[in-house]
């Protein structure tokens, strides 16, 4: 098995992204347990490996189409599930009205998330990094709904309207005409 061979699916950029996604499948795993912490920490290594596989692809010339699809997957798992769940779970919902209505927000959520990687994975040429993103990306969208989650659970913002109403406007702003610089 090459490492180095972008036809291998576990080339060593790839086997980084399966480690992604298996960072963010377990930070889930954490949610349901409400064990909160260890999620996050679990979901800042997911994180810190997005980063690295794509320095690895593009490092030893390992993009390929298999490798954008992969990546755009693990991003679905650990920057629109994952922190969706995050949340959601965090929320203290003390009736069934606010369950439903925060039940279809992070749905919206989650489904402007899968169309913002399906488009952008329609749109991307292998190899290639645009000078910046249109909409928010995915892992932006994330960090935003964790800090939602830190000034929920610090109690800087109690009212569960509110936080649905910025989550809301994260997922608009996930498929918008917004410029944000590509780092």
């Not at 699916?9 to 349901?32: P, W």
């Not at 998330?113 to 994330?142: H, M, S, W």
């Amino acid at each position: 098995m090459n490492l180095f061979d972008k036809n291998n699916h576990f080339n060593l950029a790839n086997i980084v992204t399966f480690t992604n996604i298996t960072f963010g499948i377990t930070a889930m795993y954490f949610i349901q347990q409400h064990n909160f912490f260890v999620a996050i920490i679990l979901a800042w290594f997911a994180g810190a490996f997005d980063i690295i596989d794509g320095k690895l692809a593009r490092k030893y010339k390992l993009s390929c189409e298999f490798g954008i699809q992969l990546d755009s997957f693990a991003d679905f798992i650990s920057f629109v599930v994952m922190p969706a769940f995050l949340l959601f779970y965090a929320l203290e919902k003390s009736n069934g009205f606010e369950l439903l209505v925060s039940g279809g927000i992070f749905i919206y959520y989650i489904i402007s998330g899968l169309r913002r990687l399906i488009q952008f994975n329609i749109d991307a040429e292998v190899g290639e990094v645009a000078k910046y993103f249109v909409g928010v990306p995915t892992p932006l969208g994330a960090i935003l709904l964790w800090i939602l989650y830190l000034l929920y659970s610090y109690s800087l913002v109690t009212n569960i309207f509110l936080i649905l109403t910025f989550v809301a406007t994260i997922a608009y702003l996930l498929n918008s005409r917004v410029k944000i610089p590509h780092p």
